[in-house]
């Protein structure tokens, strides 16, 4: 019987480091797999297509939610950003952890689906820190730079929602944390139960 994966979902605001660390949560574990988000949003610089993103038009999008073809999706930062929902449902299926790094929005929406999922938030280290970080990384205008800071203090707003919270204040220990919590997740009695049952 393969025992199906993990599905595990990492939001919190833009600047808070999540990319950094679901990037390093990959290279750690090989079984572990990162849904690749469509999105309406256009490329940045060295961004890659089917890498980074599916970067496709509103069309296109549009087309794929009539098609439920997407888990969740969302308008964020006034773009549609969505989850292909196959990949996702074949991983799990084969016993692969998912890894879904997606907004708040998108994250209530698959809260709803999938009973098991784990939600994870990660919050910068200070509000001064997410604004040198969004600064920083020079990618995007300075009117999109506010709207992320403005965005950034809402959403913080809403960590109730999830089931754990990490600082970010280190991302080796950011990683390891978010491992501890997957190992404990997957010992839970009604992850293991039916296995129980067949074995004794
Ligand atoms: P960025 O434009 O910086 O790559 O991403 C902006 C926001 O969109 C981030 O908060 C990110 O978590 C979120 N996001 C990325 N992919 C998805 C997705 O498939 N669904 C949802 N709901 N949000 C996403």
């Not at 595990?8 to 605001?13: L, N």
């Not at 750690?28 to 038009?57: C, D, H, L, W």
Request: proline residues 3%; charged residues 30%; contains cysteine.
């Amino acid at each position: 019987m393969v025992r199906k994966g993990l599905l595990i979902v990492v939001s919190g605001p833009s600047g808070a480091g999540k990319g950094t660390i679901c990037k390093r949560l990959l290279e750690n574990n090989p079984q572990m797999k990162i849904s690749i988000s469509a999105t309406t949003r256009k490329p940045r610089a060295g961004e890659r297509n089917a890498v980074n993103y599916y970067f496709i038009s509103e069309d296109k999008f549009k087309r794929m939610i009539y098609e439920q073809k997407f888990l969740e999706y969302a308008i964020v930062y006034d773009n549609y950003y969505g989850t292909p929902e196959q990949y996702v449902i074949d991983n799990l299926q084969n016993g692969n952890d998912v890894l879904l790094e997606i907004d708040i929005v998108g994250a209530l929406q698959i809260k709803k689906k999938f009973k098991d999922a784990v939600f994870v938030f990660i919050l910068p280290p200070s509000l001064e820190e997410l604004k040198n970080r969004i600064v920083g990384r020079g990618t995007e205008k300075l009117s999109d730079i506010e709207k992320r800071y403005d965005a950034a203090i809402s959403e913080i707003k809403q960590v109730m929602k999830y089931d754990y919270v990490i600082v970010n204040d280190n991302v080796s220990e950011a990683v390891q944390d978010i491992e501890a919590i997957m190992r404990a997740e997957k010992r839970k009695v009604l992850r293991n139960y039916e296995e129980i049952l067949l074995r004794f």
